[in-house]
């Protein structure tokens, strides 16, 4: 079998970061028997600078025959968040109808978490979040700029099919965990968009009565994300607070650099995109400090996409092994002084 991956390493530490980690994924694959071919898409911030766009006009049809894409990192110090953002990621997202964005949380050997008396394995959830609309839809606009009634409109947009699918989905994970979904809204403030989420949850739920379903306020669920991690298996939200939910989610469990992340089109239709979740970490991009281990995380939920579960296995448990040896290369967001390149040598051994 040969796959096709395009590789879009981006700005920052994320072309550092994909440099180091793709030979590994390569080298997976000829361990596994099959073939892993990558096109490179030099886009990105850089490019924006120069040619005023992150990408070409053509470039989801570029992409589209991908088997899968693999993201380093979007952002720049110079260029405002929310151009980059929609001038790379949201179309993506929204053009391939990746409309999950899956991001596991796990608490690993080695590691010690913010919040005191967690070990191994006690914080070990997954936040299946909202990708393509509601609080993230591009509808509205600003009027009357430069005067005392300037006028800005940010439109939330949630429709019955894109609510269903969702949840649809994270039910169906929870099926094949512990057996337990988490529903974050703000439906006491939200009365329409969140009153409607939680409606479709309850009509999803019946379809899954051997599921227990929690109910949660984004606040709330903010604080127990820290005061009982523990007791979460599947949370499903909107785009908004799944967002704001994973990253604190990431820190709880040691650092965003162990935080992987796939936008997902589940049909197959369109391929869906894989990327780290630390950013692109202008702070320290050029040092050589990176943590891989995020992107290579990513990369074994690429593989596990494409249904060659033993490879992502293998870096997985690679990832695992590294951690839970005291005497391993670290880098410094884990407490240790290791370059990205040790790490990832470390790692090929383990391999």
Not at 257 to 262: I, K, R, T
Not at 268 to 285: L, Q, T
Request: hydrophobic share 40%; charged share 20%.
């Amino acid at each position: 079998m040969a796959y096709n991956i395009a590789v879009i390493p981006g700005d920052g530490i994320g072309t550092e970061i994909t440099d180091a980690v793709l030979p590994l994924l390569e080298r997976g694959s000829e361990h596994h028997g099959f073939d892993f071919e990558t096109t490179w898409y030099e886009w990105g911030s850089e490019r924006y600078l120069q040619d005023g766009a992150m990408m070409p006009e053509d470039g989801l049809a570029r992409l589209e025959h991908s088997d899968a894409i693999f993201l380093g990192a979007v952002g720049h110090p110079n260029i405002p968040d929310h151009v980059t953002l929609n001038g790379l990621l949201l179309p993506i997202r929204k053009g391939f109808d990746q409309y999950i964005c899956k991001r596991p949380s796990i608490l690993y050997d080695g590691i010690e978490s913010p919040l005191r008396g967690y070990a191994a394995g006690d914080i070990d959830f997954v936040v299946y979040r909202e990708n393509t609309e509601g609080e993230y839809a591009n509808i509205g606009g600003r009027e009357h700029r430069g005067f005392d009634h300037e006028i800005a409109v940010q439109s939330a947009v949630f429709t019955r099919e894109g609510t269903q699918r969702v949840v649809q989905q994270a039910f169906e994970a929870a099926t094949h965990r512990d057996g337990r979904l988490t529903s974050v809204t703000k439906s006491n403030a939200q009365a329409h968009s969140m009153v409607f989420w939680d409606d479709i949850v309850q009509e999803v739920s019946e379809e899954f009565p051997d599921v227990t379903v929690e109910e949660l306020l984004v606040d709330r669920a903010s604080m127990d994300f820290i005061r009982r991690p523990e007791t979460f298996d599947v949370v499903v939200a909107s785009n908004l607070f799944g967002d704001v939910l994973t990253d604190i989610a990431a820190t709880v469990t040691g650092s965003l650099g162990l935080a992987p992340s796939g936008n997902i089109n589940p049909s197959g239709a369109y391929p869906s995109m894989f990327e780290p979740v630390h950013g692109s970490a202008p702070d320290i991009a050029g040092q050589g400090i990176a943590n891989p281990l995020a992107a290579v995380l990513t990369g074994a939920m690429l593989f596990e996409h494409l249904g060659e579960n033993e490879a992502a296995a293998a870096l997985s448990t690679a990832v695992e092994s590294q951690l839970a040896d005291e005497s391993a290369p670290r880098t410094p967001d884990l407490g240790g002084s290791a370059t990205t390149a040790a790490v990832t040598a470390d790692l090929e051994d383990r391999l």
